[in-house]
Each structure stands twice: as structure tokens, then as C-alpha cells.
């Protein structure tokens, strides 16, 4: 084999190499986080999470009132507000707009990931919910109105999934460092949010939003593998 030939295999063997450790890693981590979810489900089925799920939410209310949130009513509402990025309608809108930007931007792969996490995340969360039934906590009252059992997290899970696959496919196209850092950490400030809102509000326990973001991350990173695989991933 002459060396011209040999050139040009040896590159597609190295980049073959490193792709599929790229693909392994993510994999191992979705797995890993997976896992935790698993773990954390066989916990509260136990119900060894009750107690520091209780101690968590009680912090957030008045001594002396707990139908009173800590804070004024302006801090209520900014919370209401915030919640609602973790809503069905509000990451349906997101996914919209973006899987329809990222198809005019000739951007098919990054469109067909975006909205396949969402829905992934979507009925993973449904059907989880349905399974375990847990109720509702039941040691404040609900500061908004909720229509479904309790684990997981519904606002967390899809939160997370929406705007953590957003900002992978967003980094994805991007060059720049600080730019990555900038979407990185602003997808992380909603879904941290998200998740602190809904047992401020009352209406989740501490450990279904955290069940909450072990789904909707491992769903981001099945959709980091499927970029990679797909060849979508252009930079960084």
C-alpha cells in the first residue's frame, strides 16, 4: 500500500477512534445518570427520601406560617414566573421556534435532535409519573394548581431536556469559547430555577426534581450522541 493510500486511512482510522470514544463517553455518562434516576426511584419508593424531602421544603416557609413562603409577594411571583419556563406550553413554544430555526438555517440533524429530546423527555416523564403515582406534598399548600403525580418532575425533567439540548446544539455551531460558557450557563440558571420554584411553590418534593434533571440530562446527552453520530456536530 503506498503511503498516499495509507494516508488517508490512517486519518478515517484516528478520527473513527476518536468519535467513538466521544459517542462511548456520552453514552456511559446518559447510563450513569440513569442509574441515579433508577436509584433514586427505588429511595423514595422506600421512603427514604420523606424525611430530608421534608426538612427541604419546610425551610422554604415562615416558622411561624407555613401556608407563607419565605420572602415577600413580589419574590412569590418572580417564583410563579420562573416555574413557568419549565411549563408544557412554554418548552413546547422553545422547541418549536428552534427546530424551525434550525431547519431555515439548513440545519436538519440539529432540528430532528432538538425535537426528538423533547418528545423522548416528554413521554418518559408521562409515563413515569403514571407508574409510580406518588402523591402530591401535602405539608404546605400548593402555591399553584398541578393536575399529575408528583415524581418526576415534570417542569424539571422537560426544563432540563429543552434548554441543555438547546444549548448543546446552540455550542455545537459555535467557535468561540465564551460563547459555549455563555449558552452553557444560561440553560443551567432556567433549569436550576426551575427545579428550586417547584418545591418553593410547594407542589414537588425536593427528590422528584432531582429525579427531574437526572431524566431530562440523560435525554440531553442521548441527543449529544445521536448530533455526533448524525455528523451533526460541525465545531468544538
Not at 411571583?77 to 406550553?89: K, N, P, Q, S, Y
Not at 403514571?130 to 402530591?136: C, L
Not at 426534581?209 to 456536530?233: D, E, F, P, Q
Amino acid at each position: 500500500m503506498s503511503s498516499m493510500t495509507r494516508g488517508p486511512w490512517r486519518q478515517l482510522w484516528t478520527y473513527l477512534r476518536r468519535f467513538e470514544a466521544r459517542v462511548l463517553i456520552g453514552l456511559a455518562l446518559a447510563a450513569a445518570i440513569l442509574w441515579g434516576f433508577v436509584a433514586l426511584a427505588g429511595a423514595m419508593a422506600g421512603g427514604d427520601t420523606h424525611a430530608i424531602d421534608s426538612r427541604l421544603i419546610l425551610a422554604l416557609r415562615e416558622s411561624g406560617d407555613l401556608s407563607d413562603p419565605l420572602g415577600g409577594r413580589n419574590i412569590e411571583e418572580a417564583v410563579r414566573d420562573i416555574t413557568a419556563l419549565g411549563g408544557t406550553t412554554l418548552v413546547a413554544l422553545t422547541t418549536l421556534v428552534a427546530v424551525l430555526a434550525f431547519a431555515f438555517h439548513r440545519r436538519p440533524v440539529h432540528a430532528l435532535v432538538m425535537g426528538g429530546v423533547v418528545l423522548a423527555a416528554w413521554a418518559s416523564s408521562s409515563g413515569t409519573k403514571a407508574f409510580f403515582s406518588r402523591p402530591r406534598p401535602d405539608l404546605v399548600p400548593h402555591e399553584v394548581h398541578v393536575y399529575t403525580g408528583s415524581f418526576p418532575s415534570g417542569h424539571s425533567t422537560m426544563s432540563t431536556a429543552c434548554f441543555l439540548a438547546l444549548a448543546m446544539l446552540i455550542a455545537s455551531l459555535e467557535s468561540r469559547r465564551r460563547s459555549k460558557t455563555l449558552v452553557y450557563g444560561l440553560a443551567a440558571l432556567v433549569v436550576v430555577g426551575v427545579g428550586f420554584s417547584r418545591v418553593y411553590l410547594g407542589v414537588h418534593w425536593p427528590s422528584d426534581v432531582l429525579a427531574g434533571w437526572c431524566l431530562g440530562s440523560a435525554w440531553a446527552l442521548v441527543g449529544w450522541v445521536a448530533l455526533r453520530t448524525l455528523g451533526g456536530a460541525t465545531r468544538g
